[in-house]
């Protein structure tokens, strides 16, 4: 009879975060129990990461007009803009396009409306997968909302004259808010919280302290 030494070999796999670091508030609400991350990881992800920044060059039709910009005069291209043409000849602007660190994918989209800044979207580790789209309020300019993703959780940003007021956060992702979080004057004031995740919020919690271990893992700490 013989005997098979199996060895094992344990391979580390090491994440090498580019993006930004998310706030301890919310690094704590991505900590999911293992039982929900079985569920989530396979088929869903944040929704900015299903925008392919490329692909706005890819669907390009004749009645747009594309003009390329070396930037840096190293023989590529690396600012698109993209105009879309109107009936009297005129040519209005629809979307910049950076590629940052050329490598001949596009990170950054400006998109613009009425001659405004209306949205913009980036890929900020240039992994080709977006993190943030902001969107911006035509009329004043300020930022309305911004929507990001912090591994596999879904967070909305909402802001009233430039002040964060209140942050939904979708820790399983599926595309619903199930956490939410009121602010004033950059603190939190109320806390939200959908336990069962089936729509309902069932728990209110006032303002946290910073200080504040919580064992529960999904009570956000403190304001950003
Ligand atoms: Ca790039
Ligand atoms: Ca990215």
Not at 55 to 67: M, S, T, V
Not at 96 to 116: A, P, S, T
Not at 153 to 170: A, C, G, M, Q, S
């Amino acid at each position: 009879m013989q005997f098979l030494v199996g060895l094992i070999t344990l391979t580390l796999s090491v994440t090498v975060l580019g993006a930004p670091v998310p706030t301890a508030s919310e690094k704590k609400v991505t900590e999911k129990k293992d039982s929900e991350k079985k569920d989530t990881e396979k088929d869903k992800k944040p929704l900015v990461q299903n925008i392919k920044l490329d692909d706005y060059l890819k669907n390009i039709g004749p009645e747009n007009i594309l003009e390329k910009i070396d930037s840096a005069g190293k023989g590529s291209p690396d600012i698109f803009v993209l105009f879309i043409k109107n009936e009297n000849g005129t040519k209005q602007l629809l979307m910049q396009l950076f590629d940052i660190n050329r490598d001949k994918k596009v990170d950054l989209v400006k998109h613009w409306e009425k001659g405004k800044m209306s949205k913009t979207e980036m890929d900020l580790d240039y992994d080709a997968i977006v993190d943030v789209v902001s969107e911006y309020d035509l009329l004043s300019g300020e930022i309305k909302r911004k929507i990001q993703a912090d591994g596999d959780t879904n967070i909305w940003k909402h802001y009233f004259k430039n002040e964060l007021r209140k942050k939904e956060v979708d820790r399983n992702s599926d595309g619903k808010p199930d956490l939410w979080v009121y602010y004033r004057a950059g603190k939190v004031i109320r806390t939200e919280i959908d336990e069962k995740f089936d729509g309902r919020v069932t728990r209110v919690e006032g303002a946290l302290s910073p200080n504040k271990t919580q064992k529960d893992s999904t009570s956000p700490a403190s304001a950003e």
